[in-house]
């Protein structure tokens, strides 16, 4: 099909604004999970492909080619030269500094990837974090039940350690606030591969992501804490398991709350949901949540749990952060 200059111009035209409005649609935070960079590019490719398939003589060519790239839409496969030209369109950012990343960098930039606060907690049975955790276990036995069973020491571990107004938290918030699962997939493949090679975490059975209020979950459209866990299960080769623990009310965030508030924040929180089959005898069962501060929430959820589990299986809980300054 012949084609004069001004119809090219015209289609080229239509073919540009449509990667702008992509482009800027990809930059625009919002509540709820953003549209992923790479969606961005097969979004674009998806749409000059059609464009020039429009341009052929052959309408079945026309629909098969179509079909292929809205199947690469759905289904991306990203190559470097894919992620070159995105580059252009939608610049991607240091997690961290907000420095503009380079084609072979990852979420944060070389520089603070290689100052990126490792905990190391995979590789020490007694560390802050799990001192602080099962303290907090043993607060809650001592309170709740008059005839105190002995459980296993709990096992804890995270990727990094952070306080303050450090930048590193900004990394489970991307995954929390603005559904950068790609980012959250990135680090939790990485602390899984750190908990494989550990003693401690050799024999998991089970891993359960703390669970958000289904009301909650509704409106962010995912679970942060699971997302983390599936990529934990796929790395451990452990099952994951999202049919037992429910959070029966709906609490406040967290954040903003003193260690006093946060334990009393949770109380009661969780449940097991009813009619929940656990099979055979569990040695030992994750809980997985993107960050660690007072051990309030991880030691509610092993408090149920327990109880379902038996004393003789071993709680151990794996989170992206550690907050160090509680």
Known sequence: MKMNMSTFMGMFHIVVNLMVRVAIIARISFDGPVICKTDVIYMTESVCFCTVMVMRNSRHEQQHKCRYAHNNFRNP??????LAVADLLVPRECAVCGKTLQLYEKHLCIYCEADLPLTRFWERRINPMADK???????????????????KYSYATALFIYH???????IPQRLKYLGDI????????MLGRFMKNSELFQDIDMIIPVPLHWSRQFRRGYNQAEVLARELGRVLNAEVRTDILVRSRRTQTQTKLDVAAKSQNVGNAFSVRVNAIVTNKLRHV????????TGATMSACMDVLQKVC????????ATLGYVSNY
């Open 77 to 82: 496969r990203p190559h470097k030269h894919h």
């Open 133 to 151: 955790l099962n303290a907090k276990i043993q607060e809650n036995i001592t309170a709740h039940e008059e005839n105190e069973v002995p459980v």
């Open 164 to 170: 303050g107004e450090n930048r590193y938290k900004r």
């Open 182 to 189: 790609t980012e959250g997939k990135y680090y939790a493949e």
């Open 286 to 293: 994750l809980i997985v949540d993107d960050v660690f501060t």
């Open 310 to 317: 038996g004393p003789e299986t071993r709680l151990s809980a």
